[in-house]
């Protein structure tokens, strides 16, 4: 089975200010994590992925994300939050196993940033 | 590349009838999947398609049912429809050499 939290519902931020989403997971296995946003009636739009290598992953739009595998953690980061990051964000797991494409999705996390 | 497209955008149907919603991958790309999101249960994973073969389905009764043709376009279907079928469905597509899904815009399902 594969799982993940996204622990808070909503996170508010100034604008400039460090973003941080955060994301634990479960798998079994090792893991393929992504991050997705979604905008009001939208679909949702690929950010980064982990796959393997390095932890720490860049992504679009300035975000980045640090892989744990002691904490099974995967936390969206942005240096310097802007309005227009505002939005609904989710994190993702699915196990590396061929012929696996399903994708398990946190709750998401609702980020406000406050011009 | 043209991104994943779905049609229709929106939909409202009544409890009791069935509806079919489709879903066209991105060129080359031939794994296609299909979500459905409320905002109760979120994100949960219905099933996927590849090579007109369907690879992994999720807990879903038998109303929901899916397919996928030789040109990788697929579609879902579903029927009996009631009310709690009302979310939205998103399709998501990608490659053997990628390992990301990239989905489409979603279809706005409404059960009346």
């Known amino acids: 089975a594969q799982s993940v939290a996204q622990p808070e519902d909503q996170v508010n931020v100034a604008e400039g200010n460090p973003l941080t989403v955060k994301c634990t997971y479960s798998?079994?296995?090792?893991?393929?994590l992504f991050w997705y946003v979604q905008y009001p009636n939208r679909g949702l739009q690929f950010l980064l992925k982990y796959i393997t290598g390095d932890n720490l992953v860049k992504g679009s739009y300035g975000f980045e994300a640090e892989f744990n595998k002691s904490q099974t953690s995967f936390h969206l980061k942005k240096p310097s939050a802007l309005v227009s990051d505002s939005a609904l964000y989710f994190c993702?797991?699915?196990?590396?196993?061929?012929?696996?494409?399903?994708?398990?999705f946190g709750k998401g996390n609702q980020v406000v940033v406050i011009p | 590349k043209a991104g994943v497209t779905q049609t229709p955008r929106y939909l409202i149907k009544t409890r009791g009838q069935q509806v079919t919603l489709s879903c066209s991958p991105i060129s080359g790309h031939r794994s296609v999947s299909w979500y459905q999101q409320t905002p109760g249960q979120g994100l949960q994973f219905l099933f996927e398609y590849f090579s007109e073969t369907q690879r992994n389905k999720g807990n879903f009764p038998g109303r929901f049912s899916g397919r996928q043709f030789s040109n990788s376009r697929s579609e879902m279907n579903v029927s009996t429809l009631e009310l709690g079928d009302s979310a939205l469905y998103l399709c998501?597509?990608?490659?053997?050499?990628?390992?990301?899904?990239?989905f489409g815009p979603g279809t706005r399902l409404t059960v009346l």
């Open positions: 993702a797991v699915r196990a590396v196993q061929y012929g696996n494409n399903r994708l398990a």
């Open positions: 998501a597509s990608s490659s053997t050499v990628t390992d990301t899904q990239y």
């Open positions: 798998v079994s296995g090792n893991p393929y």
